[in-house]
């Protein structure tokens, strides 16, 4: 089912990118702050940027079938220095060898397993701004119906747009926009917090998303 803010499980067919993007809107959930997406080309060892509770965290994820061995930790850590940040950090779905979980005690990088992403996915979705429930396929009645309508009428998306056109809170603004994100129907945020739109229609939007959602 479809609701404002929920996190599906994870999808050992997502491709990297994806899974970087999956990563990205847990940790905005969970309390991170300008979780940002590095470059591909150049990205020095770091797939993601982020802030939390004043540090700065420099983020590897890796989607693997095997446990995660010694070079992502070599990595993320360099990486980490390159980019000044506080913490380094490797994410991934599955484990960590004996190998890769030594060199990060020794450099304190951090290692999330795949068990606990998950606690991090679950407490994502106790915070979700709405539980599942059932969604029509009729398009008209989709949740983001009048969202959509408004976003291609001006021709762009942001926080601001949908708090003073309905009245959201910056809070539930943002949660929409990062699951629009997610699905690769909008961009990230500009620095003036302006978003870029990838669709041109709103039944190809709304019907987009209704097959992704039935996924989950």
Known sequence: ?????WIGDLDDRMSGEQFEKYVQRILKRIGYKKVQLTKHSGDYGVDILAKYKGESYAIQCKLYSRP???????????????????KAVVVTNQTFTTQAQKLAASNQVILWDGEQLNRFKRKANARALF?????????????????????LEKGYASDSLLVDEFQFSEQKADYILDDLEFYDLVSQADEWGI?????DDFNEAISYMLAEFRKN
């Open 1 to 5: 089912g479809f609701l404002f803010g």
């Open 131 to 151: 539980r599942r429930r059932k969604v029509e396929d009729d398009p008209v009645t989709h949740p983001y119906a009048m969202i959509i309508t408004l976003l």
């Open 195 to 199: 978003r870029e739109l990838y669709f």
């Open 68 to 86: 995660v061995g010694v070079a992502a930790v070599q990595q993320v850590y360099a990486g980490c220095v390159y980019y000044g940040c506080d």
